[in-house]
């Protein structure tokens, strides 16, 4: 007896297929959850979560956190591949506020959905035993929002899929959590919290384009190098505009110019500075070592001073 769903279902993939096989189309095909990848180890296996938040705006100091989402994963230790989903949590929180209509608009979630609940911090907690790493797509807005509200992850060392995944020199144009599944012939509903770590987990798993490494990899060697973030102190007022041409920030509290590097960039950004900036003279500057303990938070890393 035929099966109607199984005809259709056999029909689409046909004409997916068809599509697909023509440099005039391209198929995305919508994200289906999976646990198991099917992939086995041989050798020690690690655990690791994806998290993802949304809020009722991005001001740190005013909105909060009203969904949190995290997956729980197992992966191998020497090569970084992924190999299943060991637990999911998904909860919302009643701000205690009306919900902006403008947030509303982008992720869904409304008064009515958060009313009376509330995260449930003791299973967040258990989720974060014994991880290696955090994973957050935009890991500067997401740790802040969720180290206000759940101070145990402060307690564990972030990754960042956004900043320490090299998308564009492994050929992607852009670097949006969407735009990479697009590129990688798949969609999924955006903007809610779960959905959105299980498309970066499927992301993660992946191999890049050009190195063939897996994603998941490339972020581990990245988090597990911290970045120095070198301070210009006391740099001349009339090389303002030559440091922030070259990528410094200024801090107004600290006021002082600022930029992230690798620890292998440091000596050549050290040598730039002293030629460009305080004209070869010796120079003090301070030294910030971000490791994956407090990258992307807003806490401050160890500094010392260093002569140029």
Request: proline fraction near 5%; aromatic fraction near 8%.
């Amino acid at each position: 007896m035929a099966d109607p769903k199984s005809d259709r279902k056999a029909a689409l993939d046909a004409a997916a297929a068809l599509l697909a096989a023509d440099p005039d189309f391209k198929v995305l095909r919508r994200l289906v959850a999976t646990d198991d990848f099917g992939i086995q180890s041989s050798g020690p296996i690690a655990a690791a979560v994806v998290v993802d938040t949304e809020t009722t705006g991005t001001r740190r100091a005013e909105d909060q956190i009203i969904e949190v989402a995290l997956v729980r994963f197992e992966y191998a230790a020497n090569s970084g591949e992924i190999l299943r989903v060991v637990a999911v949590y998904s909860g919302l929180e009643d701000p205690g506020r009306p919900i902006p209509p403008e947030s509303t608009a982008i992720h869904g979630i409304t008064d009515g959905m958060v009313a009376g609940k509330r995260i449930d911090d003791a299973r967040v907690a258990e989720l974060l035993t014994g991880v290696t790493l955090v994973v957050a797509h935009n890991a500067a807005f997401d740790r802040p929002f969720l180290e206000s509200r759940l101070p145990v992850f402060t307690n564990v060392p972030w990754g960042c899929s956004y900043a320490q995944v090299p998308w564009e020199a492994e050929g992607f144009r852009g670097t949006k959590l969407e735009y990479l599944a697009w590129s990688s012939g798949f969609f999924f509903d955006a903007h809610r919290s779960e959905m959105d770590c299980r498309a970066l987990l499927e992301l993660l798993r992946r191999k890049l384009p050009k190195s063939g490494r897996v994603a998941f990899h490339a972020l581990l060697e990245a988090a597990a190098e911290p970045a120095l973030r070198l301070w210009a102190t006391g740099s001349p007022f009339e090389t303002k505009d030559v440091l922030r041409e070259r990528g410094y920030r200024w801090d107004a509290d600290r006021r002082c110019w600022h930029r992230l590097v690798s620890r292998s960039a440091a000596k050549e950004e050290s040598e730039w500075l002293k030629a460009a900036v305080y004209g070869g003279r010796a120079a003090q500057i301070d030294v910030e070592v971000l490791d994956a303990k407090v990258r992307f938070s807003e806490r401050p890393g160890p500094r010392k001073a260093r002569v140029l």
